[in-house]
């Protein structure tokens, strides 16, 4: 066995290096650091990505609501036309014409229409434009971090 010399090590390098790849000095080579880089912004990128996912999955959840809600005012719209019309102007023709009483009942099945479709549109609002705002957020504060650390 070699005798340890100043400036040596016994794994055999004298270069200045542990076997580990570092410096004596604890700081890390060209090779290391590049390895970090790439690393840590493949975390990030999938990071990014799930929660781009998540955030269109939300909007996804949000307009199958508003669609429902659009169904139904259809829905009701058509239904009320069907059962209500009937007995409404029915009611309503013991003391009006009956041209006067129908009137009056479909524009207030309308109105209830009207304000279905109304909850329904602002549900689909809500979901739209299709981006992952939250995410595109943190990207542009990542990419600000970044050049941040680049110029230092």
């Not at 207030?108 to 009207?114: C, E, H, K, W």
């Amino acid at each position: 066995m070699r005798p340890v010399r100043e400036g040596h090590h016994s794994d055999g390098h004298s270069n200045g290096h542990h076997s580990n790849g570092h410096h004596n000095d604890g700081h890390h080579t060209v090779g290391e650091l590049v390895n970090q880089g790439t690393e840590q912004l493949s975390r990030l990128v999938r990071q990014e990505l799930a929660l781009a996912k998540h955030e269109f999955a939300e909007k996804g959840r949000r307009a199958g609501r508003g669609g429902g809600l659009l169904g139904a005012a259809g829905a009701f719209g058509y239904a009320g036309l069907l059962a209500l019309a009937g007995t409404a102007v029915a009611a309503l023709s013991l003391t009006l014409p009956v041209w006067a009483a129908a009137l009056i009942v479909t524009a207030v099945l309308f109105v209830i229409a009207g304000v279905l479709a109304a909850l329904g549109r602002g549900q689909l609002r809500r979901a739209a434009p299709p981006t992952p705002e939250e995410t595109l957020g943190s990207v542009r504060a990542d990419v600000e971090e970044i050049r941040e650390r680049a110029h230092r």
